[in-house]
């Protein structure tokens, strides 16, 4: 703040920092990254919330059938795979991405879509397996926690693959700009976050499921 004295009275200025604008206008990514972020813990505390009610509730099966009786775990592992193939397929265009090159983003960005599908088709396949068993969301507090936090992580799963075809189609208009690239950075947090959290119910809800 300056100050400039005149014959009758004082009167002051404010003096703006030109670097203060130009720093936020050069580094907008600061704020969507921290956005996204606050959306993950938010996303965590959900999924914290859906594991807690299962770890309370999923033992009890109503005289039904358990989780023993239903699961394939050759089937679900493979799921599992298919899902962890993604994520390194994603950094393979995430690698392209940093040399700039647009169409092998896109091609590893499209591989990743072909997992992510089969994980979502084997999953659906399970859930329609399952009904077909009569083990529907309404048999016992066990099922109706398990398609609750496996279905949510599914639903996760197909948002993030619309989010995957639009980017494609924004690196195709538009290419590597600062935009896409702070989309891809994003969506490659996204789905690193739901590589996570799917080992957390592969272990929890499926293998101890079994053995437990």
């Not at 004082?10 to 050069?26: C, G, I, L, S, T």
């Not at 992580?153 to 538009?174: A, C, E, R, S």
Request: aromatic letters at 14%; hydrophobic letters at 50%; proline letters at 3%.
């Amino acid at each position: 703040m300056q100050s400039t004295t005149g014959p009758t009275e004082r009167v002051y200025h404010v003096v703006e920092d030109p670097h203060a604008h130009a720093e936020h206008a050069h580094h907008p990514e600061t704020g969507t990254n921290l956005g996204f972020w606050i959306y993950l813990m938010s996303d965590c505390l959900i999924f914290a919330i859906l594991f807690a009610t299962h770890a309370v509730i999923g033992r009890n099966y109503a005289a039904g059938p358990s989780p023993a009786d239903l699961f394939d775990l050759k089937l679900i592992l493979v799921a599992t795979f298919m899902l962890l193939f993604s994520s390194i397929t994603y950094g393979f265009a995430m690698l392209n991405s940093y040399r700039n090159n647009v169409r092998g983003t896109i091609t590893w960005l499209l591989v990743t879509g072909v997992f992510g599908l089969a994980f979502l088709g084997i999953e659906i396949y399970e859930f329609q397996h399952l009904a077909h068993l009569g083990a529907t969301p309404q048999r016992s507090a066990f099922l109706s926690s398990f398609f609750t936090l496996v279905g949510t992580h599914g639903l996760h799963v197909t948002f993030g693959l619309i989010w995957l075809v639009t980017l494609v189609f924004q690196l195709k208009k538009h290419g590597l700009n600062a935009a896409n690239n702070r989309r891809l950075m994003c969506l490659s947090m996204f789905w690193h976050f739901l590589d996570v959290i799917w080992i957390g119910v592969f272990s929890y809800v499926y293998l101890m499921g079994v053995v437990g």
